[in-house]
Antibody, heavy 119, light 107 residues
Framework: EVQLLESGGGLIQPGGSLRLSCVASGFTFSNFAMNWVRQAPGKGLEWVSGVSNSGGKTCYVDSVKGRFTISRDNSKYMLYLQMNSLRAEDTAVYYC????????????WGQGTLVTVSS | DIQMTQSPSSLSASVGDRVTITCRASQGIRNDLAWYQQKPGKAPKRLIYSASNLQSGVPSRFSGSGSGTEFTLTISSLQPEDFATYYCLQHNSDPRTFGQGTKVEIK
């Protein structure tokens, strides 16, 4: 059974930094791309970032480019999201999400971790 | 970036009703579209992949159709457990994009 468990969320002041982590189990982590998706309170889902299975290719939504960095450690079955220069509008539940092999949509989700950016 | 326009944003329906939700893509995405159901406080759950394929374990009252730019999720006979918010996701190109969501409420 695929399991994804996020951690690292919390309350952070505007301009601060936070690193989210996601530990994966139940599948061969190095075979699959991974994504981060967020959901602001009372709002819809927003795709944030993706990384290829090797970690060699990354992609970001425009609103986080230059501030967020996605990475992975395949030996540890870990996915990360380094978030710098945080803004109030980054407040959201952040979901770790596994990408399927074929099709390459999101086939499994973590339970999410809440990031609150506020002074 | 590909924009996904989902409609309606909300609807009220009764148990047993047939419900249809639409997603339109700003450019052709073949059948690279999935549908998700989300209940309050929970992570989304995949219902449909590749536009029309039912996820294992999902009731057959859910179905998807479409290709190119227009896609539909249909619930043939709404059940109490189907009251939730539904999202489409295009994975044809990065950045991936979700529709705005459709909240299905009890009439």
């Amino acid at each position: 059974e695929v399991q994804l468990l996020e951690s690292g969320g919390g309350l952070i002041q505007p301009g601060g930094s936070l690193r989210l982590s996601c530990v994966a189990s139940g599948f061969t982590f190095s075979n699959f791309a991974m994504n981060w998706v967020r959901q602001a309170p009372g709002k819809g889902l927003e795709w944030v970032s993706g990384v290829s299975n090797s970690g060699g290719k990354t992609c970001y939504v425009d609103s986080v480019k230059g501030r967020f960095t996605i990475s992975r450690d395949n030996s540890k079955y870990m996915l990360y999201l380094q978030m710098n220069s945080l803004r109030a509008e980054d407040t959201a539940v952040y979901y770790c999400a596994k990408v399927g092999w074929d099709p390459q949509d999101i086939d499994n989700w973590g339970q999410g971790t809440l990031v609150t950016v506020s002074s | 970036d590909i924009q996904m326009t989902q409609s309606p944003s909300s609807l009220s329906a009764s148990v047993g009703d047939r419900v249809t939700i639409t997603c339109r893509a700003s450019q052709g995405i073949r059948n690279d579209l999935a549908w998700y159901q989300q209940k309050p406080g929970k992570a989304p759950k995949r219902l449909i992949y590749s536009a029309s394929n039912l996820q294992s374990g999902v009731p057959s009252r859910f179905s998807g159709s479409g290709s190119g730019t227009e896609f539909t999720l249909t619930i043939s006979s709404l059940q109490p457990e189907d009251f939730a918010t539904y999202y489409c996701l295009q994975h044809n190109s990065d950045p991936r994009t979700f529709g705005q969501g459709t909240k299905v409420e009890i009439k």
